[in-house]
Structures are given as C-alpha cells and as structure tokens.
C-alpha cells in the first residue's frame, strides 16, 4: 500500500504563513507529477499547486506569488509554503502524486488549513 503521509496544517491569522510537508515512498517518488489541492465542504477539490519529477512548478492564479511548491529529492518530500494566508484558503489540503508509469493516482489523508480574518 502507497502512503502518502502529509504533517503541518492549522489555524494562523489572516497573513501569517504555514508549511505543508508531504512524504511519498521512493517506490514512486522519483517517476511522479506531485502537487498539493484544497477543498472546501460542497466543493470540488481543486489543485493549488504542482511540481514535476523534474522540477517544473505550475501555481494556480489565486495563490501566485503568495504559495510555493517545491520537493527534495533525498527526503523524498513535497512541500508547499503558504505566505500571505487569507480566509479564502481555508480548506482541507491533500497531497497528490500522479505515477507517471501506471497514471494511477495516490493522496494524503489531509490537512486542515484554517486562516482566521
């Protein structure tokens, strides 16, 4: 079984920032597209932000400039830095990673992220 394990959600005020920290197994790691979602309760859940296996970034407009995503090779970890917060960001955030050689898709358990104004 492929665990994605996530650590760093919780409540900030409105500006501050937070780090969400993801662990993916080296079974996949190294031949993934990660990234980080959101979801609100009666929503969708929508992607903030991904990183390639190579490195290459993409960040939805709503958070550009204001979130980075970026992974370690050798602690095998995605993370995304959360500055600037606003309540709108309040969601639950799951890791994602899309193995490339089966295009089948694992996710964390979820953190909550709540942004008090």
């Known amino acids: 079984q492929v665990l994605l394990v996530e650590s760093g959600g919780g409540l900030v005020q409105a500006g501050g920032s937070l780090t969400l920290s993801c662990t993916i197994p080296?079974?996949?790691?190294?031949?993934?597209?990660m990234g980080w979602y959101r979801q609100t309760p009666g929503n969708q859940r929508e992607l903030v932000a991904s990183i390639s296996f190579g490195g290459a970034t993409t960040v939805v407009d709503s958070v550009k400039g204001r979130f980075t995503i970026s992974k370690d090779n050798a602690k095998r970890t995605v993370t995304l830095q959360m500055d600037s917060l606003q309540p709108a960001d309040t969601a639950v955030y799951y890791c994602?990673?899309?193995?490339?050689?089966?295009?089948?898709?694992?996710w964390g358990q979820g953190t909550q992220v709540t942004v008090s104004s």
């Open positions: 994602n990673a899309l193995f490339l050689l089966t295009r089948r898709n694992y």
């Open positions: 080296g079974s996949i790691f190294g031949a993934s597209t």
